[in-house]
């Protein structure tokens, strides 16, 4: 069975950085779309980032220019580098593996990982 496993999150100041990292545990055809999303205390989950085939990244608004989404599709792994950190970027970090053009299609979620940011 399939399972995405997350690391990289933990503690740091206002200002720094951390890199999380997703990969599949397993082996799977690669994902048409990698994404990360993060869910605050009381909050909804939002999309932070995702990236597709041919590279088309977006980014949500609060994180753009600060945060980058990267995939290595050799490693079933998909990245998110996160720079100049602030206290609202404090949430559980999940990422999403979707496959939606063509056979198998499915879509994974990571266990979440814990990013908080003290100001």
């Known amino acids: 069975q399939v399972q995405l496993v997350e690391s990289g999150g933990g503690l740091v100041q206002a200002g720094e950085s951390l890199r999380l990292s997703c990969a599949a545990s397993?082996?799977?055809?690669?994902?048409?779309?990698m994404g990360w999303y993060r869910q605050a205390p009381g909050k909804q989950r939002e999309l932070v980032a995702f990236i597709a085939s041919g590279d088309i990244r977006d980014y949500a608004d609060s994180v753009k220019d600060r945060f980058t989404i990267s995939r290595a599709d050799t490693k079933n792994t998909v990245y998110l580098q996160m720079d100049s950190l602030k206290p609202e970027d404090t949430a559980v970090y999940y990422c999403n593996f979707r496959r939606v053009v063509g056979l198998p299609k499915y879509e994974y979620w990571g266990q979440g990982t814990q990013v908080t940011v003290s100001s």
């Open positions: 397993g082996s799977i055809f690669s994902a048409d779309i």
